[in-house]
């Protein structure tokens, strides 16, 4: 069975600092990456996607990525309250459409 | 306007019931999805499809149907609820290898 691995978290961040999330999968297979954040309630929003082995950068936000580790990050510089939320890490398996979904990681960011 | 639109949003129900979640888009994309999503869990994929003739099962299937009756519409359909089917349900379309969600719908099966 294909699989996505987050820490369930709750990760508790002060405001400004970096918060750090990661996700490790089991399809090497896989072909593409993504990181969505999904407040309390809502549907989830794509933040980031990344095909390519190295980072990837946009804004505070910056996605890592290392297929032969099997794993996937995302950073979040200067960390504001308004980030607290769940972050999904979702992989588009080899062969296959639709995405298969971490559970989420809890990030807080306190003030 | 919302580019992907669920009806009901809240919907309680109970066990044996027929029930039918819809999902309309205006974003014109091909390819659409089903998605629950249970404590813990994490959103979980039902069924999806490429355009109205092609209707695939994803991970968990069992107990749904869909139907596609328009390039913009997909409805997902229970024929006869259980209560370990009360979850968040997402409809979803694609482009290129970005999906976008609707708001989602609520449904309990008492």
């Known amino acids: 069975q294909k699989e996505v691995e987050q820490n369930s978290g709750p990760l508790s961040v002060p405001e400004g600092a970096i918060a750090s999330l990661n996700c490790t999968y089991s399809?090497?297979?896989?072909?593409?990456f993504f990181w969505y954040r999904q407040y309390s309630g809502k549907s989830p929003e794509l933040i980031m996607f990344?095909?390519?082995?190295g980072d990837k950068e946009d804004g505070r936000f910056t996605a890592q990525l290392n297929k032969a580790s099997q794993y996937v990050s995302l950073l979040i510089r200067d960390s504001q309250p308004s980030d607290s939320a769940t972050y999904l890490c979702?992989?588009?398996?080899?062969?296959?459409?639709?995405?298969?979904f971490g559970k989420g990681t809890h990030l807080i960011i306190q003030p | 306007d919302a580019d992907v639109t669920q009806t009901p949003r809240n919907r309680i129900t109970k066990t044996g019931k027929r029930i039918m979640l819809e999902c309309s888009q205006t974003?014109?994309?091909?390819?659409m999805y089903w998605y629950r999503q249970d404590p813990g869990l994490g959103l979980r994929l039902i069924y999806y499809?490429?355009?109205?003739?092609?209707?695939n099962k994803g991970e968990i299937s069992d107990g749904y149907s869909v139907s596609r009756q328009a390039q913009a519409k997909f409805s997902l359909s229970l024929e006869s609820a259980i209560p370990n089917q009360t979850a968040l349900y997402f409809c979803?379309?694609?482009?290129?290898?970005?999906?976008?969600f609707g708001p989602g719908t609520r449904l309990t099966v008492l």
């Open positions: 979803a379309t694609r482009r290129g290898n970005e999906q976008f």
């Open positions: 399809d090497r297979g896989s072909q593409s």
């Open positions: 990344i095909y390519s082995n």
């Open positions: 979702a992989v588009n398996p080899g062969g296959a459409d639709g995405l298969t």
């Open positions: 974003k014109g994309h091909d390819r």
């Open positions: 499809s490429f355009d109205v003739k092609d209707i």
